[in-house]
């Protein structure tokens, strides 16, 4: 198959830069050649294409949206292009991007002193250190601002203690962002090296969703830091929320890759698939459910493309990104099961795609803002009720 070939009903690519699809062509073929291989093994085995990392480093895809530091300072809709076709080929390596540059890698650039920046980001761009982000806890999901995680100043140090779950990146990270609430209560973000004492790293098992993606739970224990490892400039949950606004805005383009990988895969098997001596792609119940999930890719790409263009105007708001997350999971997530319903048996196998990307997209949906959440984000402002209070 042509990995340039994809659902386009609108001519959005006309609507994109030269650079843009120049961008989007050569991760497309990146995820091609090189994820697409390997995937189904890395599912199987529940690891991180760990190898992959300094390919993308060379490619500019981490902290691909970032200036300076060796980042490839690219427009938001060239980033979320970058999303849209890593996601393709799989979630659980978007979210590798996604925790890299939009989690761990933003932080430190918008929010760190000039040493931190220096020190990190460069080799994060390479994709020699690698990074993740750590807010959600046992206990708070939805309700970061119940975190328990808590920092206590002692001289020339800060102490760390408590839990956080479900970390992505957590056990390969050379550098955890910590949120923790500090004795004055206030939220910060602290810079957690690995191999700190008092900081363990443990890989959550069992998981049928996002299985080629490194998730942990880390555990801090009297984990003593140096006092310059704050992020000097947050001060306040404000500031985890605007890193989670950059990785949403991602994600609400990364699923419609996974949506595209999926309908590409039905499309094709529905023409080649004889029952009742026809291709079941003439079956009208068959072409309903192409023609619905192309509609809605259509959507999504235009949601995400009009967000793309106010972010690049420096004009987008937060309930705006919430609409595209919610809406583009949601119609992906639909969409690859219906795929694999069109794929009949087969479908349930491996060696197709779309009911990985189910499975993947089960956790898009959970993480960054459940879809109800984000409902509730969208709904605070029309009525300007905030129901989760
Ligand atoms: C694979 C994976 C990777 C992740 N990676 C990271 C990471 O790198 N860093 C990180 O910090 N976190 C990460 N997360 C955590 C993720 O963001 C949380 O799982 C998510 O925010 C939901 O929290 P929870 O799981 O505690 O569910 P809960 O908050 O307990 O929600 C359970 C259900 O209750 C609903 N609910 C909760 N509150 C309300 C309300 N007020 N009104 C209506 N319904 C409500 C939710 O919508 C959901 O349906 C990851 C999660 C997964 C599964």
């Known amino acids: 198959m042509d990995p340039f070939e994809s659902l386009d009903l609108f001519d959005i690519d006309a609507l994109l ?19 697409l291989p390997c995937i189904r093994e890395h599912t199987r085995e529940g690891t991180l294409p760990r190898h992959l990392i300094p390919e993308m480093g060379e490619l500019g895809l981490l902290g691909a949206n970032l200036e300076g530091y060796d980042c490839a300072g690219l427009g938001p809709v060239a980033y979320g292009l970058i999303m849209q076709e890593i996601e393709r080929a799989d979630s659980g390596l978007r979210s590798f991007v996604s925790v890299q540059g939009a989690l761990a890698m933003y932080p430190i650039h918008d929010f760190g002193s000039e040493e931190q920046k220096q020190k990190w980001l460069p080799p994060m761009a390479r994709g020699e250190k690698i990074g993740c982000f750590g807010l959600t806890e046992p206990d708070f999901g939805s309700n970061p601002a119940g975190l328990r995680t808590r920092a206590r100043k002692d001289g020339d140090s800060w102490i760390l203690n ?124 068959v072409q309903q459910k192409l023609a619905h999930i192309a509609t809605e890719i259509t959507k999504s790409q ?69 879809h109800d959440i984000h409902a509730l984000i969208i709904a605070e402002h029309l009525t300007g009720i905030a129901a989760y209070e």
Request: glycine letters at 8%; aromatic letters at 8%.
């Open 162 to 285: 408590g839990n956080k779950m479900w970390i992505t990146n957590g056990t390969t990270a050379d550098i955890a962002v910590i949120w923790a609430r500090t004795e004055e209560g206030v939220f910060r973000g602290f810079l957690v090296e690995k191999g700190t004492p008092g900081l363990e790293a443990i890989e959550i098992r069992g998981k049928y969703s996002l299985r080629a993606s490194d998730t942990a739970e880390l555990v801090l224990e009297d984990c003593r830091i140096p006092a310059e490892n704050v992020l000097p400039k947050t001060e306040g949950l404000k500031y985890a929320l605007k890193c989670l606004n950059q990785a949403r805005y991602g994600i609400a383009w990364g699923a419609i890759g996974a949506a595209q990988a999926c309908f590409d895969e039905a499309l094709r098997y529905s023409k080649e698939r004889i029952q009742f001596g026809k291709p079941i792609a003439s079956f009208q119940l």
């Open 17 to 35: 830069t030269e650079e843009e699809r120049m961008i989007r062509d050569t991760v497309r073929q990146f995820a091609s050649d090189k994820i």
């Open 302 to 370: 235009l949601l995400c493309l009009r967000l793309g263009r106010l972010k690049e105007k420096g004009d987008i708001r937060h309930y705006q990104i919430s609409v595209a997350k919610r809406n583009n999971v949601f119609h992906a997530l639909e969409a690859a099961r219906t795929c694999r319903d069109i794929l009949g048996g087969n479908g349930i196998l491996d060696e197709y795609h779309s009911m990985r990307h189910m499975m993947n997209l089960e956790t898009v949906f959970t993480y960054e803002g459940t």
